[in-house]
Structures are given as structure tokens and as C-alpha cells.
């Protein structure tokens, strides 16, 4: 077997995918758009980095020093311009408990083991896989996360500073109530509707950075009391410095951070994978799944090594960037860029930003993102399909959206399996070229989930003692099938009868080789290769 080295890798890449300034170059417009764009992320970041930082239990700047540091190099090498990457909480979620257990050195440690994997993952091509993810499961994975993305909002409707640390990342709090509640929706409506009036009026400003900048001035102007993003915490802080983390190079280390790593890996490049579909489609680009794999893996090998907590891709800040405008990496690097200086000496500006208009801006993601053409096919569509995607819906806000897209590919894939199992049948005449011999030509794919059945059409002690088996219309998949042949000839061969086998593929001739029978060599025989790899014994199928 030929083996994939990163060199054979690295001639496959499409380089054109490495390119951040469009082939005419920019105009001073687009410019402004990406930049702005970028600006716009920027801005939605904080809170969110902040948020997930809570959950994981770790400082806010280990978040944030995530957002920037995942998020410019995936802009800057990605399978996907337009797409952001930064900490997010299906992370978070896992790490909180290596966290509570182990330290955040241990963390560190685990987030450099994922990003290896991830490499290993885009080197070995795994990326192609998430082609096997049927559109059902989709259609459920974008529900659950606009679910899950408006379920993270509400927590910035508790009043500042209530909120406790439960042992399992921040929680608790107690609830906005009274005008302070009122001004709060009232503000965060206001976000909603310039962002939604803004495109009619003018496209030269993207409209969430036009919401969330007017609002901010009306409140700072007015002095208005409402949560601001320094109540989550202070952003200040300084350039992130390499950090070796302070772990024991032990076999006992590797057992405790691997499991978590192999998880993160998988939910990481799942979101991440997904969300370069999502994005994809919207801007019509193809390709780049194993490079972002990739591009991930090196992201959070580096932030491991400069105390982050580790990321992936972002759908509600990608969803951001892309409709305000942002279509090359320019607008990634910016983001990230902005996010640094926010850090670095914005800090006292950007904490007076009211929480409602960035919750706004989310909301209209939330909006934006939720398939809501699915709630009217579901009447429409099979029966599985329709389940699929509630499920993946449902365990996605429930579980996390790793598991989500596992159990509806794994639903997806037996409910397939079930319906082939039963296209099967067979059509039975009397031979035109063999006197007195009976034919059944079989009709559907002959695999693992139709053997049996494909031995139910047969009767064997009331048939002739000569019949034929005519798969033309069939197609013998893997070995179950083989080893349903060969039982199949067993029988007529104990009852006395021969059994003919016609228009089986080559492979099928040198695989069946059982004593005693005939096989008709076609010249109209299949070609096709079966979908497994064999080694031949004497009388018997063995596999290696």
C-alpha cells in the first residue's frame, strides 16, 4: 500500500488557496470592506473568548491570547479565506474538567498533543471523510449550533459579577430583572434593527459593526447603566510569551492528557470541517479540507506552547465575516490583528462597549444561521431523513456536536444499510441455452445487509438440478456477500445439483472457488473492483 508522505501531501495543495489579495489586487474599496469586516469580528471575539474562558476555568487572557493566536494563523494558511477560528465552547466544555483536575499546565500540554493529531489528521488526508457526511446531518449540526449560539447569549442577561465558579467553569447568577431588563432588550432590539435596515440604507459601513457602534455611542453618551464587556473581566494585558508547559514528561502525563487531546482533536476538526463547508457554500469555494486540518493543527500546537486555551473554526463569527464582506484572509488577519490591540493598549475603550449590542449581533447570526427552510421540509422528506436531522439537532445542544454528527452519520449509515438490505429480489425463468435448467437473475446490491435475504429466494430442494444465478443486475459489494455465494453453493452441492454463477466480476472468479462448480465466463462480465482486499486459500475466503 502506497503511503502519503507531506511531500506527496504538498504538491496536492492547491496554492491558489494560499493566497490573501485577490488576483487584480485591492482596491481601496474592497480593502476597507475586509479590514472593517475584520474590525466586526474583532469586536464579537472578546466576549466570547471571555465566556469560553469562564467555562474552561482558566484566566480571560488565556482565551483571548486563543482567539488571536488560532485565529491568525488559520487566516493566514487555512483551506478557507473567510472563515475565523478562535476559542470556542464546544472546547470549553471538554476542558473544564482537565482543568478542575489537573491544572491549567496540563492544558496547555494537551492543547499541543491536539494540535499534533490535527496535523497528522491533514497529513494523512482524513479531512476528505467529512464528504460522508450526509446533508441531513448538516441541516441538524447548523440548527443545534444556532441553538446552542443563542443559548450562550442568555448568560450575559445576568446581572455582573453573580456568577460563581461551580467547580465546572462559571454558573449561577442571578437573573437581569425590572428596567434594567427592559433597557437591555431594548438595546439589544435597537442592535437587531439597524443591523437589519443598515444594508438598505448603505453598504459602505458593515452593518453589525454599524449596530454595535451606535448603540455603544447612545449608551456611553447617555451614560447609560447596563452590563458592559469589562464586567465580564478586564482584556488588558500583554503580547503572549512562549511558554513551555510545566508538565512532567511522564508516561503518566501522556495518560492523562491523551484521551482529552484525541477528543479535542476530533470535536475541533468536526466544527472546523463543517463550518468550511457552511462557508464554502456561501461563497462558492470547494476544496481545502486536509489544509485546514492542518492549518488547525499548527494553530494549536503554537498557542499550547504561548498559553492558550486552544480553538477551531467559529460559525457565528465566521457568519459575521462573511456577510459583512469579508472574503479573503485579509479580513482573518485583521480580526486577529485588532483583537491583539484591543489587548495591548484598547482595553479601556473597548470594556465600555454595552453587552447588548454584541448579544444583538449574535442574535442576528442566530437568525441567520438556523436552517429554517428545514422546518418545512421535514412534512416533505423521508421519514429518516426528517429524524436525523431532529436528532443531530437535539444532541448537538444536549451532548456536543462531535457526538451529534457521530450518531447521525452512524444513523444515517444504517438507515441506508436497511432500505439496499431490502432492494434485493430475484426474477426466476426457465433458460433459454441450458436445457431444463432454471434461472434466477438477481436484482439489488448484494452486501452484508442482504445475505440473508439473498439465501431466502433460493429454493434449493425444489429447484432443477441445474440452475443459473444471474447477478447482470446485481453488484456483489464485500465479503459477507462472497461468503453468501459460496454458502449458497454449498447447499445445491449437498442436495446434488449444480449451480451456475454469471456475470459475477473478476474479482468474484478468483475469490469463489469452490469445488466442483461452474462458473459461466462471461465476455460481458463486470469489471468493478469489490470495495475489500482478500487473500485466497484453498476452498475458503480469508481476509487479511
Not at 162 to 172: A, I, K, L, Q
Not at 515 to 535: E, F, W
Request: aromatic fraction near 8%.
Amino acid at each position: 500500500m502506497a503511503r502519503t508522505t507531506f511531500r506527496d501531501f504538498t504538491k496536492n495543495l492547491d496554492v491558489t488557496d494560499l493566497r490573501w489579495m485577490p488576483e487584480d489586487g485591492f482596491s481601496p474599496a474592497r480593502l476597507r470592506i475586509e479590514l472593517l469586516s475584520g474590525l466586526t469580528v474583532a469586536l464579537a471575539l472578546v466576549p466570547e473568548a471571555v465566556a469560553f474562558a469562564f467555562v474552561a476555568g482558566v484566566h480571560p487572557l488565556v482565551g483571548l491570547y486563543a482567539a488571536f493566536l488560532v485565529g491568525l494563523i488559520t487566516a493566514l494558511i487555512g483551506g478557507r479565506p473567510g472563515m475565523i477560528s478562535g476559542a470556542t465552547g464546544a472546547l470549553a466544555v471538554v476542558m473544564v474538567a482537565l482543568v478542575a483536575q489537573h491544572g491549567v499546565e496540563y492544558l496547555f500540554a494537551t492543547v499541543v498533543l491536539m494540535g499534533l493529531l490535527q496535523v497528522f489528521a491533514g497529513v494523512m488526508q482524513w479531512g476528505k471523510f467529512i464528504r460522508l457526511v450526509p446533508h441531513p446531518v448538516m441541516l441538524g449540526f447548523v440548527n443545534g449550533l444556532a441553538i446552542v449560539i443563542f443559548l450562550a447569549q442568555l448568560s450575559q442577561f445576568k446581572v455582573p459579577g453573580t456568577m460563581v465558579d461551580t467547580g465546572h467553569g462559571m454558573g449561577g447568577g442571578e437573573w437581569l430583572s425590572g428596567q434594567p431588563l427592559f433597557l437591555m432588550l431594548t438595546l439589544v432590539a435597537a442592535t437587531m434593527a439597524i443591523i437589519w435596515v443598515m444594508p438598505r440604507i448603505t453598504r459602505t459601513i458593515p452593518a453589525p459593526l454599524a449596530g454595535i457602534g451606535i448603540v455603544a455611542a447612545v449608551v456611553i453618551g447617555f451614560g447609560l447603566e447596563v452590563p458592559r464587556v469589562g464586567d465580564l473581566a478586564s482584556i488588558q494585558g500583554g503580547l503572549p510569551s512562549l511558554h513551555i508547559p510545566m508538565v512532567p514528561l511522564t508516561w503518566e502525563t501522556l495518560e492523562i492528557i491523551l484521551p482529552y487531546a484525541v477528543i479535542l482533536a476530533a470535536i475541533g476538526l468536526i466544527e472546523s470541517l463543517l463550518t468550511l463547508n457552511l462557508v464554502g457554500d456561501m461563497t462558492n469555494q470547494r476544496g481545502g479540507a486536509s489544509q485546514e486540518c492542518i492549518a488547525q493543527g499548527v494553530a494549536n500546537t503554537v498557542t499550547g506552547f504561548f498559553g492558550g486555551m486552544g480553538g477551531c473554526a467559529m460559525i457565528g463569527q465566521s457568519m459575521i465575516n462573511v456577510k459583512s464582506g469579508g472574503r479573503t484572509r485579509v479580513a482573518g488577519i485583521a480580526a486577529a490583528v485588532f483583537l491583539l490591540l484591543f489587548i495591548l493598549v484598547g482595553s479601556p475603550i473597548i470594556e465600555l462597549i454595552p453587552l447588548a449590542a454584541l448579544v444583538g449581533v449574535m442574535f442576528m447570526v442566530v437568525i441567520g444561521t438556523f436552517a429554517w427552510n428545514s422546518l418545512t421540509i421535514l412534512r416533505k422528506v423521508p421519514l429518516t431523513d426528517a429524524f436525523v436531522i431532529l436528532l443531530v439537532t437535539v444532541v448537538t445542544v444536549y451532548e456536543d456536536l462531535a457526538v451529534a454528527v457521530v450518531v447521525g452519520v452512524i444513523v444515517s449509515a444504517l438507515a441506508y444499510a436497511w432500505n439496499n438490505a431490502r432492494r434485493i429480489y430475484a426474477t426466476t425463468r426457465e433458460s433459454q441455452t441450458e436445457k431444463g435448467a432454471k434461472v434466477y437473475e438477481i436484482n439489488g446490491p448484494l452486501f452484508f445487509g442482504s445475505s440473508d435475504g439473498f439465501m431466502e429466494l433460493f429454493d434449493v430442494a425444489g429447484d432443477p438440478d441445474k440452475v443459473i444465478v444471474d447477478f447482470a443486475e446485481s453488484r456483489v459489494v464485500d465479503q459477507s456477500a462472497l461468503q453468501a455465494i459460496e454458502a449458497l453453493a454449498a447447499k445445491y452441492e449437498e442436495a446434488g445439483k449444480t449451480v451456475m454463477l454469471r456475470h459475477l466480476s473478476r474479482d468474484c472468479h478468483r475469490l469463489l472457488q469452490k469445488a466442483g462448480q461452474l462458473m459461466i465466463d462471461s465476455d460481458d462480465d463486470p469489471d468493478y473492483a469489490l470495495a475489500v482486499d482478500y487473500s485466497v486459500r484453498t476452498g475458503s475466503l480469508g481476509g487479511h
